[in-house]
């Protein structure tokens, strides 16, 4: 079964409390059962993790290379700044490994910071502004590209 890592960067621990009206009232272990069903349902092997801290997201970036696993990340702030993940996120697209990255909200119609994202250029492709749903669109691209 191909195997799917879906990475959550920073803050997205909080989901349910964190500004529910820009990212809604689901916490993480929701997102995570429902991208595990959906991953099962695409007969994909998907794992869910998140963390606040930036090495750790890299390093799962460098793991999904090593593994040969495709990626769905939602950045989280690190979309903003992060050349260090960039590079690690490119290192995945460059192994010709599918990367979905993902927000929950649409940051370009937000504040002017999360106008840019370092990640974009070198995902393979970005879903903005649909809530949960824009990682199961995510699933079914990585899918989709796994099959073509
Ligand atoms: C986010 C948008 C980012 O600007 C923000 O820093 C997040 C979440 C989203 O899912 O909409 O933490 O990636």
Not at 124 to 133: D, K, Q, V, Y
């Amino acid at each position: 079964m191909n195997k799917v890592v879906v990475v959550n960067g920073p803050n997205l621990g909080r989901l349910g409390v964190r500004e529910p009206e820009v990212y809604g009232s689901q916490d993480l272990a929701a997102l995570t059962e429902d991208c595990t069903r959906w991953g099962r349902d695409l007969g994909l092997d998907v794992r869910v993790c998140q963390s606040d801290d930036e090495a750790e997201v890299i390093g799962w970036m460098h793991r999904a290379v090593d593994e040969h696993t495709s990626v769905v990340m939602n950045p989280a702030a690190f979309t903003h700044y992060s050349y260090g993940l960039a590079d690690a996120a490119h290192m995945v697209t460059d192994a010709g490994l599918p990367l979905i990255e993902v927000h929950i909200s649409n940051p370009s119609s937000r504040d002017s910071f999360r106008k840019h994202s370092v990640i974009s250029p070198v995902a393979t492709s970005t879903i903005t502004g649909l809530g949960f749903f824009g990682y199961r669109l995510a699933l079914e691209a990585v899918a989709h590209l796994l099959d073509a």
